[in-house]
C-alpha cells in the first residue's frame, strides 16, 4: 500500500496545497462521477489522491466545482460520461429516473452504484437500488460497490475494519475492474459475486450492532438480576427488620456491588463454550461434527461478552474510588471515631482484615490490568499485528489468568463470610457466593482437561484423529491376516 493512502485527505486546502495531487497526470485512469452531494466530494478526493483523473458530473457545475479537488473537472452530466469506462452514481434512488436522458452515453460502460436506502425504503423495495439501476440501463454493466464506506473514510483514508468493500455484479470483467479501483484507493475489496447479492450489500449500513445484541441483552439481564438481588440484601432487608433507610445506597453502593459480579460472570461465559465444546468433542470422539447451533453462536460471540466484562469492571473500579467521596462514607468515618472515643479505643487495628483488603486491591488491580490487555488486543488494528500464537496467547493463557485472578479476588473479598449466619439476610447467601458457581466450573474443567490422559486426546482429536474412524482392509489371500484397521 502506498504510504500516500495513510495521509488523511480532509480539507479541500489540503489538496489544493500539494502540487502532487493538484495535478494529475495525462496516462491517468479517467473516471466519472455522477453527483455533487457529500458522499460524491468525498468520492472524488479519494479518487484524485489515489491517481486517477476525475470528471464530476454535475446539473449546476459554477455552483459546485468550488467544492471539489482543482485537479477534478467538473462539468455539465453530459460532457461527464462521454469518455470514462467506469462512472459511479452517487445519487439517490429517487433520481435515477433523471439519468435516464444519458442513456445512450452510458451504453456499454460500467455504473458503479454507491447508494444506500434507509430502513423503510428497503423494507418496501423487493429489488435493491442496484438492480433498479440496472433496469433503467439494460445496455450498462451495474456494479455495487463502496455503500458501506462513509464519506469521512474516504475523506480520512481506510482504517482496520473500514478497509473491507463487498462488490457485486452480474459481469466479472466489471468486478475486477472496480475490485482494481478499490485497492488503488487503500481499500480491501470483497466479491459477493452476482448482482443478485445487492439487497444483502444494501442491508449492511442499515445494520446497528448487530453481534452486540446478544452479548448486551446478556449483560442487561445479569445487571438487572444482581441489582434486584443486591436491593433485596442491602436496603430492603435493613428496612423491613431494622427499619433502617439505606435506599440511599441505590445510585452508588448498589450499583458498585452489581458491577463486579457482572463482570466476573461475564467473563466466566467467555471461557465456558470452550470447556463444553471440548467436552462435545471428548463424547464424540471427532471434531468433524457440528456444534448445536446455541453453543455456535456462543462461541461467535465472545469477542462482545469479553469486551462487555472489561466495561463493567472498568466502571466498578471508578465507582471504588468514588465511594470515600460520598457525604455517607464521611458520616461512617464520623460516628466510628466517636464510637472509639466513647470506648475508650485509642488504637483500633485488626491485622486479618488489613491483609485481606491489601491482598483484596491488588488481586483486583491485578484482575483489571489483564482484562485490559485483553481489550486492547481485541482491537482490529491491534489483533492484526499478532501472529496466531501470539493472539492464541493473549486471549486464551492470559485470559484464563484473569479469571483465576478475578476468582481469588472474589474469595479474598468473600473471606470467612460466607460462614457466618448473619451474612444470610432473608436466608439470601451474599452475592459473592452465587457469582462462584460458574467460574469453578470453568476453572476446575480446565484443570482436568490439562490432565495428560484428556490433553493428548483432546490433541488429538483436533489434529483429525476419530474414534470410529478406523477403515478395515480384506485380504482375502491371506486369512491369517484378513483384516486390518487403521486409524488414519
Known sequence: MPEEMDKPLISLHLVDSDSS???V?????????????????????????SGFKVVVGSRNPKRTAGLFPSAAQVTFQEEAVSSPEVIFVAVFREHYSSLCSLSDQLAGKILVDVSNPTEQEHLQHRESNAEYLASLFPTCTVVKAFNVISAWTLQAGPRDGNRQVPICGDQPEARRAVSEMALAMGFMPVDMGSLASAREVEAMPLRLLPAWKVP????????????AYNFVRD???????????????????VVNTTLPCVAYVLLSLVYLPGVLAA???????????????????WLQHRKQIGLLSFFCAALHALYSFCLPLRR????????????????NKSHLWVEEEVWRMEIYLSLGVLALGTLSLLAVTSLPSIANSLNWREFSFVQSSLGFVALVLSTLHTLTYGWTRAFEESRYKFYLPPTFTLTLLVPCVVILAKALFLLPCISRRLARIRRGWERDGTIKFTLPTDHALAEKTSHV
Open 216 to 227: 448486551t441483552l446478556l449483560a442487561l439481564g445479569l445487571f438487572v438480576c444482581f441489582y
Open 328 to 343: 455517607a462514607h464521611r458520616y461512617d468515618l464520623v460516628n466510628l471515631a466517636v464510637k472509639q472515643v466513647l470506648a
Open 25 to 49: 497526470p495525462d496516462e491517468a485512469p479517467k473516471v466519472g462521477i455522477l453527483g455533487s452531494g457529500d458522499f460524491a466530494r468525498s468520492l472524488a478526493t479519494r479518487l484524485v489522491g
Open 279 to 297: 467436552a462435545l468433542q471428548l463424547r464424540r470422539g471427532t471434531k468433524y461434527q457440528r456444534f448445536p447451533d446455541w453453543l455456535d453462536h
Open 235 to 253: 436496603v430492603l432487608q435493613p428496612y423491613v427488620q431494622e427499619s433502617q433507610n439505606k435506599f440511599f445506597k441505590l445510585p452508588v453502593s
Open 21 to 23: 495531487l493538484a495535478k
